[in-house]
């Protein structure tokens, strides 16, 4: 078994279990540390801008601890194997099983680009990795603060109503009635990747409380969540 020596650096994150994951369904079974690719995820995550430099050990990310992780990723797939796995890891395999390795191989390469870039990571709220990963969902934040002015634009006052609990907020002027309001993306963050524009068709109004829950529903199932389903969850609850 590979040992990585890399006791006190930073825990892996999404991302980087994505990228290691994309290895692990690309080969079909864990590979060595002296394999060329093992070496090259290695050095592109001991380059990427994901965790401060001063936090980082001589063994960061290194051969041996890419290797393991390869590891840990198959026993998150079977247990039987006997070696430990993170809640992370087997988080990534429910979110993203063997069928879908087209899907983390397209978000794997996204989260290359950008580390190819040079973009830094923000810190991304834990339920934001189960929409995608923290890359993905830290850029369309910036995006979405334009979308959502422009669907507030095109919002007439009486269809400024939360898209899954269908409340109004109170008859206030019409700046206050939007403060209530956020936009959230009706389909996968992924889907969006590499599209020259995002539509606001593609948005939907949600009041802050339910755009936090289906949310929170994503992290709970740990796969995408429709409106509607979110709506009938909602409903069930009450």
Known sequence: MPITQGAGNP????????????LLYRHEVPIHKGHADVIEL???????????LEGRRPSFRNPDGVALKLQNLLSAI???????????DRAAIAAYPRA???DVAALAQLIRDAIVRGEAWEQAHDDEMFVEGHLISARHRSRDRRLRRKLLERTADDRLICGICDAAPPPLER???????????????????GATTTRVAD??????????F?????????????????????????
């Open 100 to 102: 879908r390795a087209a």
């Open 78 to 88: 079977d247990p039987e194997r006997g070696l430990s796995s993170s809640i992370l």
């Open 203 to 212: 948005m939907a109004l949600l009041c802050a409380g339910c755009h936090r």
């Open 175 to 193: 700046p206050l009635r939007e403060s209530f309001f956020e936009a959230h993306h009706i389909r996968p963050l992924a889907e969006f990747e």
């Open 11 to 22: 825990d892996w994150n999404w991302d980087e279990t994505l990228l290691a994951l994309d």
């Open 214 to 238: 289906i949310h929170k529903l994503i992290a709970l199932r740990q796969r995408w969540v429709s409106i509607p389903e979110a709506r009938t969850s909602l409903r069930a609850q009450g």
């Open 42 to 52: 290695s050095q592109l995550l001991q380059a990427a801008l994901i965790h401060p």
